[in-house]
């Protein structure tokens, strides 16, 4: 059974991002794998200052022993200015990617305050994968506030239709991938 760890980069209470990422994380126990999940919310870690990867405190330790033992993950981030979160491209920066990141697959999805869906912070994470060896698969979930009913869940069903479709391709790519 392959583990997906779900990374959240919102540090707001009551975040959407967290919600979505979530929904993708039951999409992936539906489809046969186990998950964890990593709420930047709640983890405090340094900024990263080029210093090795060990070298940032047994918090920063801990995050990064979860990632190294991921077979996949699903990602998500606000869009803030026309990106992701500081929060979630520092938690990337901190790691000794080539051991806990590259080789892996990935399923992005972000949240936006305007129309555009977060369509920036989709394409910013295609960018990023490639540059951490990561696999992205083929599909992304962007939405907006209109996308949540007042519990904060996907009320849409043809995003949760996506959600589901790319939670399957995910699961089904970390086997293949696996190490
Ligand atoms: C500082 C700041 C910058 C933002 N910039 C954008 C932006 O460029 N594009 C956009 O669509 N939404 C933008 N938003 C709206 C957030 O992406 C949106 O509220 C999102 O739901 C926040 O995610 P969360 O619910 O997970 O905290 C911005 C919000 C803040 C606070």
Redesign the pocket.
């Known amino acids: 059974m392959v583990l997906i760890v779900g990374i959240s980069g919102?540090k707001?209470g009551?975040?959407?991002?967290?919600t979505l990422v979530n929904d993708l994380l039951n999409a992936c126990k539906k489809h046969g794998a186990k998950t964890e999940r990593i709420d930047l919310a709640q983890v405090e870690l340094p900024f990263f200052d080029n210093r090795e990867s060990w070298e940032y405190g047994k918090e920063a330790e801990r995050v990064s022993k979860i990632l190294e033992k991921a077979d996949g993950f699903v990602i998500g981030s606000?869009?803030?200015?026309?990106s992701m979160s500081g929060t979630l491209k520092n938690l990337f920066d901190l790691q000794d990617y080539e051991r806990v990141l590259a080789g892996k697959p990935a399923a992005f999805c972000g949240?936006?305050?305007?129309r555009?869906r977060?369509t920036?912070v989709l394409s910013h994470f295609l960018v990023v994968a490639r540059a951490l060896k990561m696999w992205a698969v083929p599909m992304a979930l962007g939405t907006?506030?209109d996308d949540f009913d007042d519990a904060f869940r996907l009320r849409d069903k043809t995003l949760l239709d996506r959600a589901d479709a790319m939670a399957k391709d995910l699961v089904k790519a970390a086997s293949v991938l696996r190490k």
């Open positions: 919102s707001r009551g975040s959407m991002t967290l606000p869009e803030y200015h026309g949240v936006g305050g305007g555009g977060a920036n907006n506030h």
